[in-house]
């Protein structure tokens, strides 16, 4: 038969059509389409290499690519026999598998199986092909290609870490620590044959949703196993009776605020080329703190806490070895995905030893005699007039006594001396990068926590006094390896920045370890008494809205702080009740890595003093006591003091504060008083606390309080009483009620201002 020319032509293009095509099955793939980078994921490890997070890669998921040597045999046999038996027979398709599939869904009316081989999914997950007829056949042809590109193990390689297994693990390696918190390596059979069974239907199978209809296929898979003849009848019968330990939804998010932090100090360019970062978390440590911090907030329920978080330092290196930021993580009621490590909060009267220091170096010391009296200080808003927490006041004390029993008027009477713009400045260079605004804006109460901080800030703070004065940035992270294969380590701990002279930050050491100062008002059985070397403050904001203990070893700095992240008060509870109890269990689980006592600085001089005024003991003190000295400072002259006298006087002074000496006085407020609202916080938390002061002469049932000429009510000793402040101008009398009529104190006058 003779053909035209055109049908020549039509037939030479056709054979030709088909030569190409051949031919096109025998071209390479490219191999960088199959770059393992893209899909590799981030390990946040902890510093021993326990896996805290794998964080998603740009593809969506977590792998960390291995090789066959790091899979288990049991799983690369469990694999060919669930989705490609005849793996290693075919050229990437199964001609076989193909028609068999289609004559099942055609009988069906739907899609009951598929046939896509193993080389035909590894194209898939490459090229992201819609799943249409189209797709299969371009598919089908690459797979092909892929054959001649990739030797079978490589392609498996490609298969098993690229694969989807559910709850966004990719790989075989990311699925085993996932579901079964180890390598690939070291799955069991159990293990290894229920993984295998995922791929088909990451989202029917999950494990988390679907146990059960998992564990079926898990079972029919070991048959089908055994039928192979891939694993003996009594392998397959212990397979079915292990029971599989799954790993928890929750326990995929160890340490979980610490890896937050983690991730938020590496820029999103970084992360790209990061397969893992070695962090200087210690996850035994954080597992101990955490259950510890659960238990303790359970025990303070009752008290209107609900949250809490604690640092642990290395003082050596800074590193911090935990961060546990708040009770639950996944405690939505109470906010727990707050960290309450990183959360801006008052410190209360943790900030007195960073004053005191400063104090030091300006030329008092420890023996130097403070007046806690009824004390009024000016500042730009108006008067200030500090309260003690036990609500007296002391007369003359020691700076060491004043400072170990957390009093505030000598506290606010030091920083008034030294003014707030010098302790501001060496805040600064301790690293509180929170304290945003000017020094005139906190005034003297930044003694007093007024200034809102970070625990870590503070924590590491107190690091730097544990270090002899010198401050260093925390360290989170110890390396990284990158997706090449490389590894980078940080720069190692930061030259430290002297802050405090040694000799300053040893006493304040010595003043914070000292038991026998603290007594007059935490006693002797204080959750601050420890076996061992512990330098420790307590703090409590105003209104009890947060709770601290913050202290160190010569080895470690703990902070701790508890209290409820929406700002609602505690109910009666101080640092040594809310937070206190907990740094001492978190102490005493570090004890055994203790190396003795604080280091004292040659340069320091003991002297014998009176313990009244702070003098060179003389012959006339009942007592006398050791105290440290910076160089130069030292006392020169002997007591004069006439001791007899001593008791009346300071009796005098704590009852007589400046006062007309009438029946019935107010002591607080003071008249002219100018008083301004918090802008930030509650108005119903704002108030002040009328006090009366009542003569021995006379004897009174209650105080009754007026305020412009009305009753707002009355109270029994010691005749104080809360008011709400509101803008305005007031009158306030006190009016004692006695056996026979009443007695009126003269009026007070202030002001409260928005």
Not at 52 to 64: A, F, H, N
Not at 166 to 185: P, V
Not at 413 to 437: C, H, I, M, N, W
Not at 541 to 558: A, E, H, I, L, M
Request: with cysteine; charged share 25%; glycine share 8%.
């Amino acid at each position: 038969m003779k053909l035209s020319k055109r049908q020549r032509v039509v037939l030479f293009a056709g054979l030709g059509a088909v030569f190409l095509l051949c031919l096109s099955f025998y071209l390479p793939l490219s191999r960088r389409r199959f770059d393992p980078k893209p899909v590799i994921s981030i390990r946040l490890e902890d510093r021993k290499g326990v896996l805290l997070r794998e964080v998603l890669s740009d593809e969506g998921g977590r792998c960390r690519w291995v090789g066959l040597k790091d899979i288990s045999p049991d799983l690369l046999s469990a694999t060919l026999a669930s989705e490609d038996r005849h793996y290693l027979a075919h050229s990437g398709v199964n001609l076989y598998a193909i028609f068999r599939a289609f004559v099942q869904n055609l009988k069906n009316q739907r899609v009951v199986s598929g046939a896509s081989t193993i080389t035909q999914q590894v194209v898939r997950n490459v090229y992201h092909f819609r799943r249409n007829l189209v797709s299969k056949i371009l598919e089908a042809w690459l797979a092909v290609r892929l054959e001649r590109t990739m030797s079978k193990d490589e392609i498996l390689v490609q298969y098993l870490n690229r694969i989807s297994y559910g709850n966004q693990a990719f790989g075989i390696e990311a699925a085993s620590q996932l579901y079964f918190d180890k390598s690939a390596s070291d799955l069991s059979l159990a293990e290894a044959a229920f993984l295998s069974t995922l791929p088909r239907a990451p989202s029917e199978l999950n494990p988390y949703r679907h146990f059960r209809a998992a564990e079926k296929r898990q079972k029919e898979l070991l048959r089908r196993m055994k039928e192979m003849g891939l694993i003996t009848v009594d392998r397959m019968d212990r397979a079915l009776q292990e029971p599989l330990g799954l790993r928890t939804e929750k326990d995929k998010f160890r340490a979980p605020h610490f890896c937050d932090f983690i991730l938020e100090r590496v820029p999103p360019a970084e992360r790209r080329a990061i397969a893992a970062i070695r962090t200087t978390l210690n996850f035994s440590l954080q597992e101990k703190v955490e259950t510890l911090l659960k238990g303790h907030l359970d025990a303070l329920e009752k008290k209107g806490i609900t949250n809490g978080a604690v640092i642990v330092l290395d003082n050596r290196t800074g590193e911090i070895l935990s961060m546990a930021g708040s009770r639950d993580f996944f405690d939505e009621r109470h906010d727990g995905q707050v960290n309450g490590a990183l959360a801006l909060r008052q410190p209360g009267s943790t900030m007195k030893p960073l004053t005191y220091a400063l104090a030091l170096e300006k030329g008092m010391t420890a023996a130097t005699i403070l007046e806690d009296v009824p004390t009024q200080f000016l500042t730009l808003e108006g008067s200030f007039m500090p309260e003690n927490y036990d609500e007296r006041y002391h007369g003359p004390i020691r700076l060491r006594s004043a400072l170990a029993s957390s009093y505030n008027i000598p506290a606010v009477a030091v920083l008034q001396t030294l003014g707030p713009d010098l302790l501001y400045r060496r805040l600064k260079e301790l690293g509180f990068s929170s304290l945003q605004k000017s020094p005139d804006f906190y005034g003297v109460g930044l003694t007093l926590g007024n200034g809102e901080v970070t625990l870590l800030e503070l924590t590491r703070a107190y690091a730097a006094l544990a270090r002899g004065g010198s401050a260093i940035d925390d360290r989170s992270v110890i390396g990284m390896i990158l997706k090449d294969g490389s590894e980078r380590t940080p720069a190692g701990p930061a030259e430290p920045r002297p802050v405090y002279s040694p000799g300053a930050a040893y006493i304040i050491t010595d003043i914070l370890s000292d038991k026998d100062a603290r007594v007059p008002t935490f006693g002797y059985n204080s959750p601050l008494n420890f076996p061992f070397a512990v330098a420790a403050k307590t703090g409590t904001s105003k209104d009890f809205r947060d709770n601290w203990t913050v202290g160190y070893t010569p080895r470690f700095t703990v902070g701790v702080w508890v209290g409820n992240f929406d700002g609602s008060p505690m109910h009666g509870v101080s640092g040594m009740t809310g937070a206190g109890p907990l740094f001492k269990d978190i102490m005493l689980l570090l004890s055994p890595g203790e190396s003795g006592s604080f280091e004292e600085p040659r340069s320091l001089v003991h002297v014998r003093i009176c313990p009244m005024s702070g003098e060179l003991v003389s012959p006339r003190c009942p007592s006398a006591i050791d105290e440290i000295f910076l160089p130069g400072t030292a006392p020169k002259t002997a007591c004069r003091l006439s001791h007899a006298k001593v008791k009346t006087a300071a009796t005098a002074i704590m009852r007589d504060p400046g006062l007309p000496k009438d029946d019935v006085m107010i002591a607080f407020p003071r008249d002219g008083d100018v008083f301004k609202l918090d802008p930030v916080l509650r108005r119903d938390y704002q108030s002040i606390r009328f006090k009366a002061v009542i003569s021995d002469r006379i004897e009174v049932r209650a105080v009754e309080w007026w305020v412009n000429g009305r009753p707002i009510g009355s109270a029994d000793s010691p005749f104080a009483m809360a008011w709400n402040l509101v803008p305005g101008s007031y009158t306030i009398k006190a009016r004692a009620v006695l056996r026979s009529g009443r007695l009126e104190s003269r009026p007070v006058r202030i002001t409260v201002i928005s």
